[in-house]
């Protein structure tokens, strides 16, 4: 059975997250994601929504944990199913929305956020969860949060590890609308109709340039180098097999620095 399910309409690919009971984000699930925006490109597609299914609790709940590592071996790197439909996000040549009911946990924070738009329901949160995993984000996803949010905020996020009301989200410019949930599909459909409307050629150019730019930091190897050991410290840690054990059992993590 698909994890999702595209409907096409008026040059508007709708992408539905249909994996019950939270769409936990398995390598099933984003290899069909990254697959779908792939196959659906301008000019036949000037605009893409992804969504959860109408009605949803759990927008995302993010990685799938019992498919994370427990030998060592980073979870987050270049070739992550979960970098890889960041980048086709990214990449995409038309805009991309995403129409958010229900919580957004972890990685699908990030999934969400390198979206170009952003419409939530009033009762939509949003919580970046690493913390509570003990799995520290690497640089391109760090790059991403602080791509479209205050610094501050992000730290917020990150150190606390706790639900951010949509509302907050959009008062620090992070989420472009908020909206009553019965009015959700019908302002993201709005929206992406005037997008649809306008050049897919100058979207295709104007999308490249931002990104181009948003990622115009300077890093040196050396700097690069000393974050990856930092990481590598985690992952050899009883504290990133003590995150995944208790998120497995369904109870709290007792971290313990080491």
């Given at each position: 059975?698909?994890s999702?399910?595209?409907?096409?309409?008026d040059?508007?690919?709708w992408?539905?997250?249909?994996?019950?009971?939270?769409?936990?984000l398995s390598?099933?699930l984003?290899d069909?994601?990254?697959?779908?925006?792939v196959?659906?490109?301008?000019p036949?597609?000037?605009?893409?929504?992804?969504?959860?299914?109408?009605?949803?609790?759990?927008?995302?709940?993010?990685?799938?944990?019992?498919?994370?590592?427990?030998?060592?071996?980073?979870?987050l790197?270049?070739?992550d199913p979960?970098?890889k439909v960041?980048?086709?996000?990214e990449?995409?040549p038309?805009?991309?929305?995403?129409?958010?009911e229900?919580?957004?946990w972890?990685?699908?924070?990030e999934?969400v956020?390198?979206c170009?738009?952003?419409?939530?329901?009033?009762?939509?949160?949003?919580?970046?969860?690493?913390?509570r995993?003990?799995?520290?984000?690497?640089?391109s996803?760090t790059?991403n949060?602080?791509k479209?949010?205050?610094?501050?905020?992000?730290?917020?996020?990150?150190?606390?590890?706790?639900?951010?009301r949509?509302?907050?989200m959009?008062?620090?410019?992070?989420?472009?609308a908020?909206?009553?949930?019965?009015?959700l599909?019908?302002t993201?459909?709005?929206?992406a109709?005037?997008?649809?409307?306008?050049?897919?050629l100058?979207?295709?150019?104007?999308k490249?340039e931002?990104?181009?730019?948003?990622?115009?930091?300077?890093?040196?190897?050396?700097?690069?180098?000393?974050?990856?050991?930092?990481?590598?410290?985690?992952?050899?840690?009883?504290?990133y097999q003590?995150?995944?054990?208790?998120?497995?059992?369904?109870?709290?993590?007792?971290?313990?620095?080491?």
């Amino acid at each position: 059975m698909s994890s999702i399910v595209v409907d096409i309409h008026d040059q508007v690919a709708w992408i539905t997250l249909v994996s019950p009971p939270v769409n936990a984000l398995s390598m099933t699930l984003i290899d069909e994601l990254s697959a779908a925006l792939v196959a659906h490109q301008p000019p036949e597609v000037r605009v893409v929504i992804i969504r959860a299914a109408p009605g949803a609790r759990v927008f995302s709940a993010g990685h799938d944990v019992r498919e994370l590592p427990t030998n060592g071996r980073d979870p987050l790197t270049y070739n992550d199913p979960l970098r890889k439909v960041i980048r086709n996000v990214e990449n995409h040549p038309a805009p991309i929305i995403a129409m958010v009911e229900g919580s957004v946990w972890g990685g699908a924070c990030e999934l969400v956020l390198s979206c170009d738009l952003v419409v939530a329901g009033v009762d939509a949160t949003f919580a970046l969860t690493p913390a509570r995993l003990g799995v520290p984000y690497n640089l391109s996803g760090t790059l991403n949060l602080m791509k479209v949010a205050d610094m501050h905020f992000v730290k917020e996020m990150l150190f606390a590890a706790r639900p951010v009301r949509a509302d907050r989200m959009a008062a620090y410019g992070v989420v472009n609308a908020v909206v009553p949930t019965d009015e959700l599909e019908q302002t993201t459909a709005s929206l992406a109709a005037d997008i649809a409307s306008s050049s897919p050629l100058v979207h295709r150019i104007m999308k490249e340039e931002l990104r181009v730019l948003a990622n115009a930091h300077p890093l040196t190897p050396e700097a690069y180098e000393r974050i990856q050991a930092l990481r590598r410290e985690v992952y050899d840690s009883d504290d990133y097999q003590e995150g995944i054990r208790a998120f497995l059992e369904k109870r709290r993590p007792i971290f313990r620095g080491s």
